[in-house]
Protein backbone atom coordinates (compact mmCIF):
# COMPACT_ATOMS: atom_id res chain seq x y z
CA UNK A 1 0.00 0.00 0.00
CA UNK A 2 1.43 3.68 -1.04
CA UNK A 3 2.50 5.49 2.48
CA UNK A 4 2.73 2.29 4.58
CA UNK A 5 5.13 2.36 7.64
CA UNK A 6 7.72 -0.94 6.90
CA UNK A 7 8.37 -3.08 9.41
CA UNK A 8 12.09 -3.24 10.83
CA UNK A 9 12.63 -6.57 8.95
CA UNK A 10 11.59 -5.20 5.88
CA UNK A 11 13.50 -1.96 6.57
CA UNK A 12 16.81 -4.19 6.94
CA UNK A 13 15.95 -5.79 3.92
CA UNK A 14 15.44 -2.46 2.02
CA UNK A 15 18.49 -1.76 3.17
CA UNK A 16 20.30 -4.53 1.33
CA UNK A 17 18.62 -4.76 -2.09
CA UNK A 18 17.60 -1.32 -2.53
CA UNK A 19 19.65 1.75 -3.80
CA UNK A 20 18.88 5.61 -4.15
CA UNK A 21 18.84 6.80 -7.42
CA UNK A 22 17.77 10.46 -8.45
CA UNK A 23 13.79 10.44 -9.31
CA UNK A 24 13.94 12.16 -12.53
CA UNK A 25 15.85 9.41 -14.10
CA UNK A 26 12.43 6.72 -13.50
CA UNK A 27 11.27 8.90 -16.57
CA UNK A 28 13.16 6.54 -18.97
CA UNK A 29 11.17 3.82 -17.74
CA UNK A 30 7.67 3.42 -18.00
CA UNK A 31 7.29 1.54 -14.53
CA UNK A 32 9.24 -0.45 -12.16
CA UNK A 33 9.00 -4.34 -12.16
CA UNK A 34 9.68 -3.74 -7.94
CA UNK A 35 7.79 -1.60 -5.38
CA UNK A 36 10.08 2.19 -5.01
CA UNK A 37 10.81 3.91 -1.73
CA UNK A 38 11.17 7.30 0.14
CA UNK A 39 13.22 7.62 3.24
CA UNK A 40 12.17 10.10 5.44
CA UNK A 41 12.77 10.82 9.17
CA UNK A 42 14.92 7.24 9.34
CA UNK A 43 11.69 5.10 7.89
CA UNK A 44 10.84 3.88 4.45
CA UNK A 45 7.83 4.57 3.16
CA UNK A 46 6.43 3.03 0.03
CA UNK A 47 5.98 5.63 -3.05
CA UNK A 48 5.25 3.06 -6.14
CA UNK A 49 4.05 -0.25 -6.85
CA UNK A 50 5.36 -2.82 -9.21
CA UNK A 51 3.96 -1.91 -13.06
CA UNK A 52 2.63 1.05 -11.50
CA UNK A 53 2.68 3.93 -14.39
CA UNK A 54 5.68 6.52 -14.06
CA UNK A 55 4.79 10.11 -15.05
CA UNK A 56 5.88 13.59 -15.04
CA UNK A 57 3.01 14.51 -12.80
CA UNK A 58 4.45 11.67 -9.82
CA UNK A 59 8.49 13.04 -10.48
CA UNK A 60 7.27 16.95 -9.93
CA UNK A 61 5.28 15.71 -6.77
CA UNK A 62 7.83 13.36 -5.12
CA UNK A 63 10.46 15.87 -6.04
CA UNK A 64 8.47 18.86 -4.16
CA UNK A 65 7.76 16.50 -0.79
CA UNK A 66 10.15 14.16 -0.68
CA UNK A 67 13.59 15.89 -2.55
CA UNK A 68 15.54 14.40 -5.70
CA UNK A 69 16.03 11.11 -4.27
CA UNK A 70 14.09 7.76 -4.18
CA UNK A 71 14.64 3.77 -3.52
CA UNK A 72 14.18 1.67 -6.42
CA UNK A 73 15.69 -2.32 -6.33
CA UNK A 74 18.86 -3.66 -8.00
CA UNK A 75 17.29 -4.84 -10.64
CA UNK A 76 15.28 -2.23 -11.52
CA UNK A 77 18.38 -0.08 -10.90
CA UNK A 78 20.07 -2.00 -13.36
CA UNK A 79 17.50 -1.90 -15.89
CA UNK A 80 17.30 2.21 -15.26
CA UNK A 81 21.45 2.15 -16.20
CA UNK A 82 20.61 0.58 -19.25
CA UNK A 83 17.76 2.06 -20.40
CA UNK A 84 19.81 5.79 -19.85
CA UNK A 85 22.83 4.73 -21.66
CA UNK A 86 20.73 3.22 -24.98
CA UNK A 87 18.47 6.59 -24.27
CA UNK A 88 21.87 9.00 -24.87
CA UNK A 89 23.21 6.74 -27.78
CA UNK A 90 20.24 7.05 -29.72
CA UNK A 91 19.83 10.32 -29.25
CA UNK A 92 23.54 11.41 -29.55
CA UNK A 93 23.44 9.76 -32.89
CA UNK A 94 20.50 12.23 -34.21
CA UNK A 95 21.46 15.45 -32.55
CA UNK A 96 22.08 17.03 -35.96
CA UNK A 97 18.45 16.32 -36.68
CA UNK A 98 15.82 18.83 -35.81
CA UNK A 99 15.60 21.81 -33.32
CA UNK A 100 18.76 22.76 -32.19
CA UNK A 101 17.65 23.79 -28.61
CA UNK A 102 15.32 21.06 -28.22
CA UNK A 103 17.77 18.75 -29.16
CA UNK A 104 20.69 20.22 -26.85
CA UNK A 105 17.87 20.19 -23.78
CA UNK A 106 17.13 16.76 -23.72
CA UNK A 107 20.50 15.87 -24.35
CA UNK A 108 21.72 17.98 -20.94
CA UNK A 109 20.00 16.09 -18.68
CA UNK A 110 20.71 12.87 -20.07
CA UNK A 111 24.12 13.61 -19.91
CA UNK A 112 23.56 14.86 -16.01
CA UNK A 113 21.71 11.48 -15.25
CA UNK A 114 24.53 9.72 -16.44
CA UNK A 115 26.86 11.37 -14.95
CA UNK A 116 25.61 10.79 -11.75
CA UNK A 117 25.75 7.59 -12.24
CA UNK A 118 29.14 7.37 -13.14
CA UNK A 119 30.21 9.36 -10.23
CA UNK A 120 29.00 6.20 -8.55
CA UNK A 121 30.67 3.71 -10.44
CA UNK A 122 33.72 5.99 -12.20
CA UNK A 123 35.51 2.45 -13.23
CA UNK A 124 32.65 1.61 -15.16
CA UNK A 125 34.25 1.60 -18.56
CA UNK A 126 31.24 1.01 -21.42
CA UNK A 127 29.23 3.91 -18.99
CA UNK A 128 32.83 6.24 -19.31
CA UNK A 129 33.14 5.63 -22.97
CA UNK A 130 29.41 6.56 -23.90
CA UNK A 131 29.48 9.80 -21.92
CA UNK A 132 32.65 10.58 -23.51
CA UNK A 133 31.63 10.20 -27.22
CA UNK A 134 28.15 11.52 -26.15
CA UNK A 135 29.42 14.87 -24.26
CA UNK A 136 31.84 15.25 -27.96
CA UNK A 137 29.04 15.13 -30.06
CA UNK A 138 27.52 17.57 -27.92
CA UNK A 139 30.42 20.08 -28.18
CA UNK A 140 30.04 19.76 -31.67
CA UNK A 141 26.38 20.99 -31.61
CA UNK A 142 27.24 24.05 -29.61
CA UNK A 143 30.10 24.57 -31.70
CA UNK A 144 27.37 24.91 -34.76
CA UNK A 145 24.39 26.54 -33.03
CA UNK A 146 26.31 29.60 -31.13
CA UNK A 147 22.82 31.33 -30.52
CA UNK A 148 21.66 28.66 -28.02
CA UNK A 149 24.66 28.43 -25.54
CA UNK A 150 22.84 31.04 -23.13
CA UNK A 151 19.58 29.27 -23.07
CA UNK A 152 21.17 25.70 -22.25
CA UNK A 153 23.44 27.22 -19.82
CA UNK A 154 20.77 28.58 -17.64
CA UNK A 155 18.32 25.87 -18.04
CA UNK A 156 21.29 23.74 -16.42
CA UNK A 157 21.57 26.26 -14.05
CA UNK A 158 18.17 25.93 -12.83
CA UNK A 159 17.85 22.38 -12.55
CA UNK A 160 17.74 20.07 -9.58
CA UNK A 161 21.04 18.13 -9.98
CA UNK A 162 24.12 18.39 -7.40
CA UNK A 163 26.28 21.25 -8.29
CA UNK A 164 29.21 18.47 -8.76
CA UNK A 165 27.03 17.06 -11.59
CA UNK A 166 25.80 20.15 -12.67
CA UNK A 167 29.11 22.42 -12.46
CA UNK A 168 31.72 20.57 -14.70
CA UNK A 169 28.44 21.24 -17.79
CA UNK A 170 27.84 24.31 -16.97
CA UNK A 171 31.77 25.65 -16.65
CA UNK A 172 32.50 23.92 -20.07
CA UNK A 173 29.52 25.32 -21.52
CA UNK A 174 30.68 28.68 -20.87
CA UNK A 175 34.49 27.74 -21.42
CA UNK A 176 33.49 26.54 -24.99
CA UNK A 177 31.09 29.58 -25.93
CA UNK A 178 34.13 31.70 -24.16
CA UNK A 179 36.81 30.34 -26.63
CA UNK A 180 34.51 30.07 -29.60
CA UNK A 181 34.22 34.37 -28.83
CA UNK A 182 38.00 34.81 -28.96
CA UNK A 183 38.00 33.13 -32.37
CA UNK A 184 41.72 32.08 -32.03
CA UNK A 185 41.52 28.39 -31.40
CA UNK A 186 40.10 25.94 -34.17
CA UNK A 187 37.12 24.04 -32.98
CA UNK A 188 38.65 20.96 -33.18
CA UNK A 189 41.18 22.76 -29.58
CA UNK A 190 37.89 23.73 -28.36
CA UNK A 191 36.03 20.59 -28.27
CA UNK A 192 39.29 18.96 -26.56
CA UNK A 193 39.65 21.54 -24.35
CA UNK A 194 35.24 21.19 -23.50
CA UNK A 195 35.81 17.73 -22.62
CA UNK A 196 39.37 18.59 -20.80
CA UNK A 197 36.92 20.41 -18.80
CA UNK A 198 33.99 18.55 -18.28
CA UNK A 199 36.03 15.19 -17.02
CA UNK A 200 38.30 17.01 -15.09
CA UNK A 201 36.27 16.67 -11.25
CA UNK A 202 35.52 12.87 -11.75
CA UNK A 203 38.08 12.62 -8.92
CA UNK A 204 34.93 14.00 -6.92
CA UNK A 205 33.90 10.66 -7.30
CA UNK A 206 35.96 9.34 -4.36
CA UNK A 207 34.17 12.34 -2.09
CA UNK A 208 31.10 10.60 0.37
CA UNK A 209 28.02 13.05 -1.30
CA UNK A 210 27.78 14.42 2.41
CA UNK A 211 31.14 15.92 2.63
CA UNK A 212 29.88 18.67 0.02
CA UNK A 213 27.06 19.78 2.39
CA UNK A 214 29.66 20.11 5.32
CA UNK A 215 30.76 23.87 6.74
CA UNK A 216 33.90 22.21 8.76
CA UNK A 217 36.09 19.39 6.79
CA UNK A 218 38.41 16.90 8.72
CA UNK A 219 42.17 17.91 7.64
CA UNK A 220 41.71 13.84 5.77
CA UNK A 221 38.52 15.13 4.37
CA UNK A 222 40.48 18.12 3.26
CA UNK A 223 43.36 15.92 1.60
CA UNK A 224 40.73 14.08 -0.52
CA UNK A 225 39.02 17.35 -1.79
CA UNK A 226 42.35 18.31 -2.59
CA UNK A 227 43.57 15.37 -4.38
CA UNK A 228 40.34 14.95 -6.77
CA UNK A 229 42.70 16.71 -9.54
CA UNK A 230 45.48 13.62 -9.77
CA UNK A 231 42.25 11.75 -8.87
CA UNK A 232 40.60 12.50 -11.94
CA UNK A 233 43.38 12.48 -13.77
CA UNK A 234 43.96 8.34 -12.09
CA UNK A 235 40.61 7.17 -13.31
CA UNK A 236 41.17 8.59 -17.20
CA UNK A 237 44.28 7.73 -18.15
CA UNK A 238 44.55 4.93 -20.79
CA UNK A 239 40.34 4.96 -20.56
CA UNK A 240 39.20 7.52 -23.00
CA UNK A 241 41.24 9.42 -25.77
CA UNK A 242 42.55 12.37 -23.82
CA UNK A 243 46.14 12.85 -24.71
CA UNK A 244 49.06 13.93 -22.27
CA UNK A 245 48.69 17.19 -22.55
CA UNK A 246 45.36 17.04 -21.35
CA UNK A 247 45.65 15.08 -18.15
CA UNK A 248 47.79 17.50 -17.54
CA UNK A 249 45.52 20.15 -17.77
CA UNK A 250 43.05 17.99 -15.44
CA UNK A 251 45.72 17.40 -12.83
CA UNK A 252 46.54 20.79 -12.55
CA UNK A 253 43.43 22.69 -13.05
CA UNK A 254 43.65 24.06 -9.60
CA UNK A 255 47.17 25.55 -9.86
CA UNK A 256 46.11 29.20 -9.20
CA UNK A 257 44.60 28.18 -6.34
CA UNK A 258 47.68 26.63 -5.04
CA UNK A 259 49.78 29.05 -6.25
CA UNK A 260 47.36 32.03 -3.98
CA UNK A 261 47.64 29.57 -1.11
CA UNK A 262 51.57 29.63 -1.14
CA UNK A 263 51.56 33.11 -1.15
CA UNK A 264 49.64 33.20 2.03
CA UNK A 265 51.86 30.84 4.05
CA UNK A 266 54.89 32.55 2.38
CA UNK A 267 56.11 28.88 0.76
CA UNK A 268 57.19 27.47 -2.88
CA UNK A 269 54.55 26.56 -5.17
CA UNK A 270 55.22 23.39 -6.36
CA UNK A 271 54.60 22.64 -10.12
CA UNK A 272 55.11 19.46 -11.99
CA UNK A 273 57.94 18.73 -14.70
CA UNK A 274 54.98 17.88 -17.10
CA UNK A 275 52.93 20.91 -15.94
CA UNK A 276 51.28 23.24 -18.64
CA UNK A 277 51.06 27.25 -17.93
CA UNK A 278 49.05 29.15 -20.86
CA UNK A 279 45.82 30.55 -21.45
CA UNK A 280 44.18 27.01 -21.57
CA UNK A 281 45.45 26.36 -18.03
CA UNK A 282 44.26 29.67 -16.50
CA UNK A 283 40.76 29.14 -17.91
Do not use: W
Not at 15 to 20: G, S, T, V
Not at 109 to 133: A, H, I, K, R, T
Not at 170 to 186: A, G, N, P, R, Y
Amino acid sequence: MIGEDISPLDEHRLCLHFRPVFVAQLLVLDSLDKEAYSFQNKHFRKELEPGEGITSEFISYYAQKFGTSIFIHRSDYERLHNTLRSELTKHTRSLSIGNPLKNATKQINLLSMQMGNLYEDPFNDEVLMNQFQSSKNFSSLLLNNKKIHKQIYFALSKSRYHYTITQPLLSSILLLSFLQDMKVFSDKEIEALFLTSYFKDIGMSFIPREKFEQSHLSEFDKKLFDKHTENSMAILEGRIPLNRNQLSLIKNHHHLNHKIQAAIHSEADKIDEDFIVGVESTM
